[in-house]
């Protein structure tokens, strides 16, 4: 009746198609393939019954074009075949993709979006709602099919979502392959179920879906189905509730409730419509022709419409209407076009134009491509070059209400956009969803992956079912659905949760920590020590026991120790340039300062031994004082010269070293060369050896000169320090290694204090009676 209203409209407006009359013929395909395409082909043919308008015209009026039909597959059946002769044809249901090949199908349009815009409209749904994870029910014909292999390309392309199952429908009822279907939506994990599907075949479904209470699915419809009155019934609606939908785009026709009033049977007889005699029949509970056994009322054709109830009245949710009506105006304003050609400038060869009384269907075709116009509700109407009108959906929902009633509500809209393809709009605060859910259902193969893990594929599985994998140490991944963690900058190491990169933490020996801090104040205690015992050996100068054992070499030798002490400061702290520079060099110098004293300590011990026997007067020359300190001062630079040629040639540098562990960074002094390191401790190893020697052959002299036994002692203990200081500093990584160097300075340095300075601080503190030259003396006569 819209089809009927639109014409009639057409024919009253003076400033289209003005001294044209249109009319129509109304065809029921009746579900029915070859029903639709005998029509179809009758309408074309010219075989239709002869009409007479005028005394002057009489017979078959040409066919301009045809609206429908809205089966895909019936549209591709008529279109092959009237596409031959280049038939117009403008389908208002039909949205198979397939449709859109000009090679097969010359001649036809639409004014309703192709599946792939609608599938590529239900996919950035599910990407809205985060639905990865969804059942997909097609019907077994074009429409159904050509969905399925488009929604596994876009899928397959977009990588948003997957298909948990994808069913078709049979054409026909089979109860057996029905119920096999909905006992696998049963089962299956995806809340979400998509279905491209006639009416007729969503009520064998849904018939099976109530039998086994198939409850808490999200349904969401394609246009096919999306505004079907008949599914809305209550006992299905506990099931179809909060549905959500692609709707044809709702539009309102003006005048067109006034039309549908005026409807009746002996009006519309003439057009052939038996729809109208079923129409009325149904709606008033009459029989135009009563059976015998009819016991109703008889139909006069002057029941009043307004005095019923009918959802046939409800305009708001024109949707198919509205592209039929559509339809027609694209082929009014065609032929409207196509008369307005002036002579000379048309578009045929030799520049002619068509004429009412010669018109072909391919004439009017080419002006088909070019329409464009604006409806009345603000629409505008196209077609491109494949005959796809503009592509925009509307969006609807559902509602169920509490008195039993459905409202299709609208909730948003889809439309395609030149720059950003599909663009999504949506009000959700107006859907309501299925029944059990108060948000939008989760519906996912597996739960997404957090920040810190990634995704790993099940095997033989969806790329949507996946296991999620913490990152590795070092590796993070700081998104959600990570595909692969990435590894952390060379100075960052990765976090507990694995989601962030944070700097490595860093290790040195530190005045901060425990051992830092403990090293530190032995170091300081022993420099400590140094300077009191010198002050007792200042202060008690004039005493025998500090005169009898060289007091010079006794200060020189406290003051070598004091710098021994302190440095091993240098190893504590962050490593610098200068601090790695400094570190050995005034190591190895101290040392061998101190060192050199007990050397010349102990020749002058031997010396002063020899210079008592007959004939050794001659030994002490060589050991005076001048040849003391210049002995020392020579045996000091020699290891001077070895340190500046060791910085010079291969300076000691800081080391940021991550080989020992993967998330600290080790601060370290890398020698720079092994040659120099060794050569310093060998060159004091050299002289420690040789006073051990010397001291050792005078370890049995007279008490008189019993330092020896002292000196012996004290480079058992140095030796024995830093020999086993050597496999001790190799097998100690980073800040240990340091460690053990410094504990080895203090080791050794609190050795020769203690073996050297203890028992004469004992005497000169604690046994003054024995701090007598008499006493000294009286030692060498028991």
């Known amino acids: 009746m819209t089809m009927a209203f639109a014409i009639e409209e057409i024919n009253r407006n003076t400033e289209l198609l003005p001294n044209v009359t249109l009319g129509y013929r109304l065809y029921d395909n009746c579900g029915t393939l070859v029903v639709g395409f005998s029509g179809a082909l009758s309408l074309a043919s010219g075989r239709e019954e002869q009409f007479l308008f005028q005394e002057e015209c009489v017979g078959s009026p040409p066919v301009l074009g045809i609206v429908g039909d809205s089966y895909s597959t019936f549209s591709i059946a008529t279109s092959m075949v009237l596409g031959l002769y280049k038939m117009p044809i403008v389908s208002y249901f039909s949205t198979c993709s397939c449709l859109s090949n000009l090679k097969l199908f010359p001649s036809f349009f639409r004014t309703i979006p192709k599946d792939d815009f609608q599938v590529r409209a239900l996919i950035q749904i599910l990407k809205h709602f985060n639905w990865t994870w969804a059942g997909l029910l097609v019907t077994d014909d074009d429409y159904g099919l050509g969905v399925a292999r488009s929604f596994k390309y876009e899928l397959a392309r977009s990588g948003s979502s997957c298909l948990a199952y994808l069913e078709v429908l049979p054409w026909d009822n089979a109860p057996h392959e029905i119920q096999r279907i909905v006992t696998l939506m049963k089962r299956s994990t995806a809340r979400v179920v998509m279905a491209f599907a006639h009416a007729s075949h969503m009520l064998h479904l849904l018939d099976e879906i109530v039998r086994q209470n198939v409850t808490g699915l999200q349904w969401v419809a394609s246009e096919a189905w999306t505004a079907a009155t008949v599914l809305q019934a209550p006992h299905f609606m506990y099931y179809l509730g909060g549905t959500l939908g692609i709707a044809i785009r709702r539009g309102e026709i003006p005048g067109l409730l006034d039309f549908l009033l005026q409807i009746r049977p002996e009006k519309h007889d003439k057009h052939g419509s038996s729809l109208v005699n079923q129409f009325w029949e149904n709606t008033?509970?009459?029989?135009?022709?009563?059976?015998?056994?009819?016991?109703?009322?008889?139909?006069?054709?002057?029941?009043?419409?307004?005095?019923?109830?009918?959802?046939?009245?409800?305009?708001?949710?024109?949707?198919?209407?509205?592209?039929?009506?559509?339809?027609?105006?694209?082929?009014?304003?065609?032929?409207?076009?196509?008369?307005?050609?002036?002579?000379?400038?048309?578009?045929?060869?030799?520049?002619?134009?068509?004429?009412?009384?010669?018109?072909?269907?391919?004439?009017?075709?080419?002006?088909?491509?070019?329409?464009?116009?604006?409806?009345?509700?603000?629409?505008?109407?196209?077609?491109?070059?494949?005959?796809?009108?503009?592509?925009?959906?509307?969006?609807?929902?559902?509602?169920?209400?509490?008195?039993?009633?459905?409202?299709?509500?609208?909730?948003?809209?889809?439309?395609?956009?030149?720059?950003?393809?599909?663009?999504?709009?949506?009000?959700?605060?107006?859907?309501?969803?299925?029944?059990?859910?108060?948000?939008?259902?989760?519906?996912?193969?597996?739960?997404?992956?957090?920040?810190?893990?990634?995704?790993?594929?099940?095997?033989?599985?969806?790329?949507?079912?996946?296991?999620?994998?913490?990152?590795?140490?070092?590796?993070?991944?700081?998104?959600?659905?990570?595909?692969?963690?990435?590894?952390?900058?060379?100075?960052?190491?990765?976090?507990?949760?694995?989601?962030?990169?944070?700097?490595?933490?860093?290790?040195?020996?530190?005045?901060?920590?425990?051992?830092?801090?403990?090293?530190?104040?032995?170091?300081?205690?022993?420099?400590?020590?140094?300077?009191?015992?010198?002050?007792?050996?200042?202060?008690?100068?004039?005493?025998?026991?500090?005169?009898?054992?060289?007091?010079?070499?006794?200060?020189?030798?406290?003051?070598?120790?004091?710098?021994?002490?302190?440095?091993?400061?240098?190893?504590?702290?962050?490593?610098?340039?200068?601090?790695?520079?400094?570190?050995?060099?005034?190591f190895g110098i101290s040392f061998v300062l101190c060192v050199s004293c007990i050397l010349v300590k102990t020749m002058v011990v031997l010396a002063v031994f020899r210079s008592s026997k007959p004939g050794g007067g001659a030994c002490l020359k060589w050991f005076g004082a001048m040849q003391q300190r210049g002995t020392i001062m020579a045996l000091t630079c020699i290891q001077a010269v070895i340190c500046t040629a060791w910085i010079v040639s291969a300076s000691p540098t800081p080391h940021k070293n991550v080989q020992y562990h993967n998330d600290k960074i080790v601060y370290e002094c890398v020698v720079g060369s092994n040659v120099g390191f060794a050569v310093l401790l060998g060159y004091i190893a050299l002289l420690a050896v040789l006073s051990f020697l010397l001291a050792f052959m005078v370890r049995h002299l007279p008490d008189n000169f019993n330092e020896a036994k002292l000196i012996t002692f004290s480079m058992l203990i140095f030796c024995a320090v830093w020999i086993a200081f050597i496999p001790a500093y190799i097998n100690s990584p980073g800040k240990y290694a340091d460690a053990v160097e410094v504990f080895a300075i203090l080791a050794s340095s609190f050795g020769l204090l203690v073996a050297l300075f203890g028992p004469k601080c004992y005497i000169i503190l604690l046994r003054p009676e024995k701090n007598t030259k008499k006493a000294l003396m009286g030692r060498s006569k028991h």
Request: aromatic fraction near 10%; proline fraction near 6%; hydrophobic fraction near 35%.
């Open 284 to 586: 008033f509970f009459c029989r135009f022709v009563p059976q015998a056994d009819w016991l109703g009322a008889t139909c006069t054709g002057l029941e009043d419409l307004k005095s019923v109830e009918t959802d046939f009245l409800n305009l708001s949710n024109l949707r198919p209407e509205y592209n039929i009506y559509k339809a027609v105006y694209a082929l009014a304003y065609a032929l409207h076009d196509l008369l307005k050609c002036v002579t000379g400038k048309g578009p045929f060869s030799g520049d002619s134009c068509a004429t009412l009384q010669s018109l072909e269907p391919w004439q009017l075709l080419h002006y088909l491509q070019k329409v464009n116009f604006t409806t009345s509700f603000g629409d505008q109407v196209s077609f491109d070059v494949k005959g796809d009108a503009l592509p925009i959906y509307d969006v609807i929902n559902w509602h169920w209400l509490p008195d039993g009633r459905t409202k299709v509500q609208h909730v948003g809209e889809v439309k395609e956009s030149a720059l950003k393809g599909e663009e999504l709009t949506l009000d959700e605060n107006k859907i309501i969803w299925s029944v059990g859910y108060t948000k939008p259902p989760r519906s996912v193969c597996s739960e997404n992956c957090p920040p810190g893990y990634r995704m790993a594929r099940k095997k033989g599985q969806p790329e949507c079912c996946f296991d999620c994998i913490l990152c590795s140490e070092g590796k993070i991944s700081n998104i959600t659905d990570s595909t692969e963690c990435t590894s952390c900058p060379e100075d960052f190491w990765s976090n507990p949760e694995h989601d962030r990169c944070v700097p490595k933490k860093t290790e040195f020996l530190s005045y901060h920590e425990p051992l830092g801090i403990c090293l530190t104040s032995v170091a300081l205690l022993g420099t400590f020590i140094c300077a009191v015992v010198l002050g007792i050996f200042i202060h008690h100068r004039s005493t025998p026991i500090v005169r009898a054992n060289n007091s010079e070499l006794s200060f020189l030798l406290l003051m070598s120790l004091k710098l021994c002490f302190l440095c091993s400061l240098l190893f504590i702290g962050h490593p610098r340039l200068w601090t790695c520079q400094l570190r050995h060099a005034a």
